[in-house]
Nanobody
Framework: QVQLVESGGGLVQAGGSLRLSCTAS????????MGWFRQAPGKEREFVAA????????LYADSVKGRFTLSRDNAIDTVYLQMNSLKPEDTAVYYC?????????????????WGQGTQVTVSS
């Protein structure tokens, strides 16, 4: 069965950093678009970042551009989200997702597989 498992969430003060990891049991990991989404309390799930394929472009939401960096290690089927200069408004459950075709990386509905999420809490 395909499964995505996130880790690395936690509590951090504003201005600090966290690194999220997502390990995927995808048969052809390098061919998938891998994305990160988040859902803050009382809000809709929103796009954070995505990489179309192993050698493709990386896209970021305007709210995190310049602070977050998505990378992936195909050797261990893992995608990372390095989060720097964290703000209280970054507090959310962060989800890893995989899209087999990568037609629209920022669209939640396009993704085929989802992880269970990892909580990130940023205190002021």
């Amino acid at each position: 069965q395909v499964q995505l498992v996130e880790s690395g969430g936690g509590l951090v003060q504003a201005g600090g950093s966290l690194r999220l990891s997502c390990t995927a049991s995808l048969r052809t990991f390098s061919s998938y678009t891998m994305g990160w989404f988040r859902q803050a309390p009382g809000k809709e799930r929103e796009f954070v970042a995505a990489k179309w394929w192993s050698g493709g472009r990386t896209l970021y939401a305007d709210s995190v551009k310049g602070r977050f960096t998505l990378s992936r290690d195909n050797a261990i089927d893992t995608v990372y989200l390095q989060m720097n200069s964290l703000k209280p408004e970054d507090t959310a459950v962060y989800y890893c997702a995989a899209d087999r075709w990568g037609a629209a990386p920022a669209r939640e509905s396009e993704y085929d597989y989802w992880g269970q999420g990892t909580q990130v809490t940023v205190s002021s």
